[in-house]
Nanobody, 124 residues
Framework: QVQLVESGGGLVQAGGSLRLSCAASGRTFSIYAMGWFRQAPGKEREFVAAITRSGGTTSYADSVKGRFTVSRDNAKNTVYLQMNSLKPEDTAVYYC?????????????????WGQGTQVTVSS
């Protein structure tokens, strides 16, 4: 069992930056690949970024590539999402998720554990 708690969301102007954190409970964090997803009002949950267990491989949605960076610190049981050059269309609730897998996956239905989400609002 893994519990995930996101933090770092907030209100920021377009062009600004935020760093989201996702803290995981338990001593087996390093066996989970981690993903970030987001959901805007009236829209389906969509993939944002993912990172393998070791952090050696990452994957990004085309809409955030070059602006967002996912990373992890297994010693701290934490995964991060650095978001730069934010746009109003990035406004959503952001969720982190964990899956016991060796490769990254972009499909939300493949993830086993989810956090409660953190709101990110980008004003124009």
């Amino acid at each position: 069992q893994v519990q995930l708690v996101e933090s770092g969301g907030g209100l920021v102007q377009a062009g600004g930056s935020l760093r989201l954190s996702c803290a995981a409970s338990g001593r087996t964090f390093s066996i989970y690949a981690m993903g970030w997803f987001r959901q805007a009002p009236g829209k389906e949950r969509e993939f944002v970024a993912a990172i393998t267990r070791s952090g050696g491989t990452t994957s990004y949605a085309d809409s955030v590539k070059g602006r967002f960076t996912v990373s992890r610190d297994n010693a701290k049981n934490t995964v991060y999402l650095q978001m730069n050059s934010l746009k109003p269309e990035d406004t959503a609730v952001y969720y982190c998720a964990a899956v016991r897998a060796m490769v990254v996956t972009t499909l939300p239905q493949t993830y086993d554990y989810w956090g409660q989400g953190t709101q990110v609002t980008v004003s124009s």
